[in-house]
Structure formats: structure tokens, C-alpha cells
């Protein structure tokens, strides 16, 4: 079995930072792609940003440029640091993660809510 478990959200003015952590354990053999997906209230759930295991890194265009995902292959950990937050950014962020355990596929953390007020 594999767990995913996010930290990090909280309540933040407009302009301020987050740092998003996101660990996964378990029976883990290999982990490939790591990312960072939200849903926003009456939304769909959208990717934020990804990091494959080489560090080649993906972002929706909306977070370029303020968010930096990060990992560490040792600690099976991914990061998310978010700057310049804006209240659109408000979300509920979840980690996805895939693994290979018996086979692979993708494990999801339970989430964590960002607010951004303005």
C-alpha cells in the first residue's frame, strides 16, 4: 500500500507565499511523475505543475512564473512553492503521485485547502 499525505495550505493575503509539501510511503518501488493538481468550488479539478523523476518540470499558465514545483528523489517528497498568490489561486491542492507498488498507477493525497484573501 502506498500513502500519499499533503501539508502546507493555509489561509494567505493576496501577494503572499505557501510552500506545499506532499510526501508518499509505503511499499513504494518506484515513483515516476509527482505533481500538483486543485479544484477550485464549482470547478474541474486542473493540473498545476509536475516533475518527472529527471526534474523536467510542467505548469498550466496560469502559475508560471510565481509557482515552483521541486522534489526530493530520497525522501519521495514534492514541493510546491507559490508566490505572488492570488485569490484565483484559491483551491483545495491535491498531490498525485505514480508508483509502482504491485503495478503502477496514480496514488492522490487527501488534499489541502489554500485561501487566498484579497
Known amino acids: 500500500q502506498v500513502q500519499v499525505v499533503e501539508s502546507g495550505g493555509g489561509l494567505v493575503q493576496f501577494g503572499g507565499s505557501l510552500r506545499l509539501s506532499c510526501a508518499a510511503s509505503?511499499?513504494?518501488?518506484?515513483?515516476?511523475?509527482m505533481g500538483w493538481y486543485r479544484q477550485a468550488p464549482g470547478k474541474q479539478r486542473e493540473l498545476v505543475a509536475a516533475?518527472?523523476?529527471?526534474?523536467?518540470?510542467n505548469y498550466a499558465d496560469s502559475v508560471k512564473g510565481r509557482f515552483t514545483i521541486s522534489r526530493d528523489n530520497a525522501k519521495n517528497t514534492v514541493y510546491l512553492q507559490m508566490n505572488s498568490l492570488k485569490p484565483e489561486d484559491t483551491a483545495v491542492y491535491y498531490c498525485?503521485?505514480?508508483?509502482?507498488?504491485?503495478?503502477?498507477?496514480?496514488?492522490w493525497g487527501q488534499g489541502t485547502q489554500v485561501t487566498v484573501s484579497s
Open positions: 509505503g511499499s513504494i518501488f518506484s515513483i515516476a511523475t
Open positions: 498525485s503521485v505514480r508508483a509502482y507498488s504491485d503495478l503502477w498507477r496514480d496514488y
Open positions: 516533475i518527472t523523476r529527471g526534474g523536467t518540470t
